[in-house]
């Protein structure tokens, strides 16, 4: 009887509670909202550099893929040398497992925006740039481009020797998650730099919203799936993977193939 009194007086209580104080109800299912005092951008780049990064996919008919390779990189390498333009181009892929026959191209533009408008002006007053172009599009069936910013706890994307593949696994977040995605990423990463398979890690500003790219080199396949696993093998790399999974709606993985010119090879 004692035992039966007692649930019935929690239960008149709870129900008391629940409608004489609609404030409190409401607190249990209402998240309580924190003002954010900076954009998230600017608490996750690098506030030491103002570098702008495009990342460019250009997907290519089969057979002009070589072709196009070849006028990319020529007009890649007068870009390097011409200390004119703000720019030079961090590395070119194309897709090996993902979408076919495609080209991929991260830039960077040393001086952020205005380097961009500095760097965009002068090549459409470039009559050889210009005709590159119009010989370009005949060989694309579609191309779309993202401006991205860098992570500040990520490793600087540098040219590297190989022969090694990338992987880059893009994910794409749920609006207003991205800080703490940064804040998991900052402890995660230093699981993943023992055999220097971190390469540069970026989140989009214009374009594609939400959006993260993550890029890895490795050997081959094989030594990927080593590396892979072997993080598992790291105490605090699960707990890692597990508060990151819920803030991801989509994600994409793509093995590419450093073109012949890429400073990442």
Known sequence: MFHWNTRLILKI????????????????????METRKD???????KSETSDLYKMQFHNVKPECL?????????????LHLDQDYPCEVVGS?????????????????TGGYPALTECL?????????????????????SRRNQLLLEFS????PTPRPGPNIYEMRSYRLKPGTMIEWGNHWARAIKYRQENNEAVGGFFSQIGDLY???????????QS??????????????????????PLIRSMESRIMIPTKGSPLQ
Not at 13 to 32: A, E, N, Y
Not at 224 to 245: H, I, Q
């Open 121 to 141: 002006t002068k090549l459409n007053n470039n009559q050889d740039y210009l005709e590159f172009r119009k010989e370009r599009s005949k060989m694309l069936i």
């Open 66 to 78: 070589q072709i196009y390779n070849n006028l990319e990189a020529e007009v890649q390498r007068k």
């Open 153 to 156: 706890f990520w490793n600087e």
């Open 13 to 32: 209580c709870h129900f008391q509670l629940t409608f004489s104080d609609k404030g409190w109800f409401r607190s249990m299912f209402v998240p309580k």
């Open 93 to 109: 892929w194309n897709t090996w497992y993902g979408d076919q026959d495609q080209a991929v191209h991260l830039w960077r533009y």
């Open 211 to 221: 959006q993260v790219h993550h890029l890895w080199a490795y050997k081959d396949l």
């Open 224 to 245: 990927r799936e080593e590396t892979r696993n072997s993080a598992w093998l790291k105490e605090g790399w699960d707990s890692s993977v597990f508060y990151t999974v």
């Open 39 to 45: 954009a998230h951008s600017n608490l996750l780049s």
